[in-house]
């Protein structure tokens, strides 16, 4: 539990609670044509918690160039509701 009001991101952490991890998985469970690897997350209480996972992008196409993605989820109070907002591919 962080200290933050609500409303506030968090900072990005590369070490992700157990938690997140799981939540993350049950989110992008199903997915087909690409693995999302996360390696830092953020989140944001409201009415439930918003979270961004800055993820590698690994493409199951043969010889695609991996790239990095952000995905926004959303988590309605008591986990009743967990989903994807967006898939972002971030390019630079």
């Known amino acids: 539990m962080n200290n933050m009001m609500s409303g506030g991101w968090t900072?990005?952490?590369?070490?992700?609670?157990?938690?997140?991890?799981?939540?993350?998985?049950?989110?992008?469970?199903?997915?087909?044509?690409?693995?999302?690897?996360?390696?830092?997350?953020?989140?944001?209480?409201?009415?439930?918690?918003?979270?961004?996972?800055?993820?590698?992008?690994?493409?199951?196409i043969p010889d695609s160039p991996n790239y990095a993605s952000m995905i926004d989820i959303y988590v309605a109070p008591m986990e009743e509701n967990i989903h994807i907002t967006s898939i972002k591919r971030l390019t630079n």
């Not at 989110?27 to 590698?56: D, E, H, M």
Request: proline content about 4%; some cysteine.
């Open 11 to 60: 900072k990005f952490k590369t070490e992700i609670p157990e938690k997140d991890q799981m939540i993350f998985e049950r989110a992008t469970k199903g997915l087909l044509g690409a693995k999302y690897i996360p390696f830092a997350v953020a989140s944001q209480v409201v009415r439930g918690t918003n979270y961004k996972f800055f993820c590698n992008t690994e493409m199951s």
